[in-house]
């Protein structure tokens, strides 16, 4: 079981503080990150992601503190997708999902096997060939998914997965989401209550730098309604 602790996690913009001495933790499964636009909710994936350096607070994973000595340690346990990803257009999936191992130094002896995982996870092995610019829009939104899972992390970062998808589309990316958190933590935002109803097992809401926190038990979602609420009252029940 893979665990993410955030203790008193700040940050602040000049004089605006945005997030405010934040607790949270995370396990194994798919937490899902609400809030408003500007709430907060891309600065606290970039956080836990190694992007911003911590201003106040500390962040462990698995029992490893994030600090600055041991960044190349905690960035090769970490998959990281932002909301738009960009890689050459004229990279072949297979091409992509190559330089990523690259990136992280995993032994070439390897790579066919963690490209095969990796691909069979996210539905894509038929596309290996394939340029990045002849996929259509779901299938790209895959095909990253795999490239920030091929190393094998620990835990899974996705800001806006769903953005600019249709609605079989964003099935077929709830489908690959589900598929990739079993023995992972999968961390996403996302606007789509209809997503957060459908995936979170773990629900943070976002509020004038603020959070709160609630998990689910098995076969238990949080509903559109409590969802619309909670998103208007600014906290969870």
Sequence with gaps: MNKLNIIGLSHSYGDFEILHSLNLSFRDGIS???????????????????????????????????????????????????????????????????????????????????????????????????????????????????????????????DEPASGLDPLQQEHLNETLTRISRNRIVILSTHSLDQASQLAENLILLHEGNATQRSYADNEKPSLDELRRSLIEGHLS
Excluded at 44 to 73: D, K, R, V
Excluded at 111 to 130: G, P, V, Y
Aim: charged share 15%; glycine share 6%.
């Design 32 to 158: 899902v990150v609400l809030g408003e636009n500007g709430a907060g909710k891309s600065t606290l994936l970039s956080l836990i992601a190694t992007l911003f350096p911590l201003q106040s607070g500390n962040i462990y994973l698995n029992e490893t503190l994030y600090s600055a000595n041991n960044l190349s340690l905690i960035r090769s346990h970490i998959g990281y997708l932002p909301q738009f990803p960009s890689f050459p257009g004229n990279f072949r999936v297979q091409e992509c999902l190559e330089y990523q191992l690259w990136l992280q130094r995993v032994p070439r002896a390897t790579w066919k096997s963690n490209i095969n995982k990796a691909t069979e996870l996210t539905f894509t092995t038929t596309h290996l060939d394939t340029k990045l610019t002849q996929l259509s829009g779901g299938t790209q939104r895959r095909v990253f998914i795999a490239q920030a899972i091929v190393h094998n992390p620990q835990l899974i970062i996705l």
